[in-house]
Every structure is written in C-alpha cells, then in structure tokens.
C-alpha cells in the first residue's frame, strides 16, 4: 500500500528547479529522503503538506490529493520543519497544548496528550521552563512532540539531528526508530548525511538536483560484500604480512584490515594468524556497501 505517490511532481522557482519530474512512493516504515542542500526536499515535503503548489504532476498523501485536499492531509500529518521556528517566551507544555488545542482536541485531552508526547521525546521537568533557554538537543524534541500530538498516521522530519552533538544526534534516531516501529506511524525523514540514515531506515529515496536518482529498499543499499573487515589493538601490519604470505588479498584502511573472502578458509586464515602472533581482534565483521558508496558512484555516472 502506497502512503504517498507522487507522479512527475515538478516545483519550479523563479531562477531554479527546486523538483524535478519526480515520480515515486512512499510505503509504512521509515523512509529517508536523502539529498545535498538544496536538492529540493524541504520543497518536497511542503508539497506533499499542500503548502506549496506544484507547477506540474501530481501527488497523493494517505490517499487524499495535495492541490485540493491539502487541510484533510494536515489533518493526519505530523510536520517538524527545519528552521528553528518556536516561540521563546512560552514553556514546551504550554506550546504543545495549545497546538493539541487547535487541532481539535478538548482541554483535559490536550493537556494529557501533551505530556504523553513531551514524555515520549524525552522532556522532563524542563518542559515547564521556557522554550527560549533550551538547548538545541531540547528545541529539536519539543519540535517532534508538537508534530506527534495530534496522533498522526504519518510525519515529516526535515532534517531532525541539524545542529545536535553526536550523542543528541544518536538520541535522536533511536527516536525516530521508536516512532515509526513502537508508535506504527509511518515516518518520512530527510538528511543530508547519507550515513545515518542507514540505521533508521527500511528505505531510502536519494535525490539530487529535484531528480530522483534511486530509491530503494535499505538492504539493497548495504548488501553484504564478499570481504572481511579485520581490526586489532596493535601489530596490524604484521597481521597484514602474515595473511598476504598466507595468500589471502589484503589491503590497509586507516586502523583495518579489508581482506578478500576467498572461501571459508580465510576466516580461519584470520583467526589462526591472529592467535599466532599473539594479537587482541577487537572486530571482525563482514563488509556492507556504505550509502555514501552508492550515492558517489551513481552521482558519477549522472
Ligand atoms: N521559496 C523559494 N523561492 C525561490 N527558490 C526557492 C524557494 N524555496 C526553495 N528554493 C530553492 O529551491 C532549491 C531546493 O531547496 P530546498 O529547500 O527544497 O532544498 P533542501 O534539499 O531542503 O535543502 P536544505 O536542507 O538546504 O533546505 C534551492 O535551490 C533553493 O534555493
């Protein structure tokens, strides 16, 4: 079943062709769109909220079209957009209720919903300070609370970990990872990293310049390769002589070792040397395609 479908979806600006004949559907789960700055998918998802007319094609959402269906489609959808875009002077409860409030529910629902969804996303005692003196980390969760309130069948994250650190980059996607398999809301979140999205993800829709370039289902992305990456605390170069004398294809990557599966003998070509030569193997793990591999090539060949 299609959540979303688009058809030779086109938005042209004044100077630029922000999407270009875009043609492709979103199912349950979580789906990523990917793309640099400037690829066109907060222009996307505007369309795909009825905020933005098309110029050309067309574009179901849970069944309703965005150019005259657009308030049914708010109705359902949950939207976090990426510009920093919350009132500083009133609590993350207060905000939250009052868009519980205007979405339609009654006072002691809102009130209840509100804390529910600021629980979800993490927010404790502070939820009742002001939302100007929060961190990044803390704006970004009331931003996906207020998307969640109103019990969306889908939502749109634009760029949800901008700004955050590491660690609130990590919290943030084993959030999203919650919500689209704990909460069964079909999430369509984009980035321009292409890395972090592989955790989240069941599928993934690069674009470049408003075209489609791929769109595919995560493990096509990652498939396995037919090698073993090798990493050990110390003596990685003579680990790396004793495999190449052992006729195995080594080559070095930073503090790894890639080697060639040549058949089940190379494992134990691994383990044998390693014990040999009296070495800690910290990691031993098969080699997957990186997105980054797969959007470099295909970009090259554009
Ligand atoms: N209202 C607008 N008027 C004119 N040009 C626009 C408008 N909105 C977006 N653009 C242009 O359309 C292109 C796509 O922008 P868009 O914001 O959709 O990209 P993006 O992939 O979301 O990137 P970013 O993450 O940097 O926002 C850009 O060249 C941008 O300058």
Redesign the pocket.
């Known amino acids: 079943m299609h959540i979303l479908a688009t058809e030779g979806l086109t938005k042209r600006?004044?100077t630029?062709t922000?999407v270009d004949h875009l043609t492709v559907t979103v199912g349950p789960g979580v789906t990523g769109l990917v793309?640099a700055?400037?690829?066109?998918?907060?222009?996307?998802i505007k369309m795909m909220l009825g905020l933005l007319a098309p110029s050309e094609g067309t574009a179901r959402v849970l069944g309703f079209d965005i150019v005259t269906q657009g308030a049914e489609i708010r109705r359902l959808v949950g939207y976090m957009p990426?510009h920093e875009c919350l009132p500083p002077d009133v609590s993350a409860t207060e905000l939250v209720v009052h868009l519980a409030r205007m979405s339609g529910l009654p006072r002691t629902a809102a009130r209840e919903r509100a804390a529910d969804v600021l629980r979800h996303v993490g927010l404790a005692e502070e939820r009742y300070r002001a939302i100007g003196t929060y961190s990044t980390g803390m704006k970004q969760r009331v931003k996906l609370a207020q998307a969640l309130v109103h019990d969306p069948k889908l939502i749109f994250l634009d760029?949800p970990t901008n700004g955050l650190d590491p660690r609130g980059r990590d919290e943030m996607l084993t959030l999203i990872r919650r919500i689209g398999t704990e909460f069964g809301i079909t999430v369509l979140v984009?980035s321009?990293l292409l890395g972090e999205l592989e955790r989240i993800c069941d599928h993934v829709i690069v674009i470049d310049a408003g075209r489609l370039l791929r769109s595919s289902d995560i493990g096509e992305f990652t498939q396995a390769t037919q090698t073993l990456t090798v990493e050990v605390d110390e003596g990685l170069d003579e680990l790396a002589a004793r495999l190449s004398g052992d006729g195995q294809t080594v080559s070095r990557q930073g503090r790894q070792l890639v080697v060639k599966v040549a058949g089940p003998g190379t494992y134990d070509a691994i383990r044998d040397a390693t014990a040999e030569l009296g070495l800690c193997l910290i990691r031993l793990e098969q080699g997957r395609h990186r997105i980054e591999d797969v959007f470099r090539d295909e970009v090259a060949h554009v």
């Open positions: 600006f004044p630029v922000a793309g700055n400037g690829a066109g998918k907060s222009t996307m990426e760029e984009t321009h």
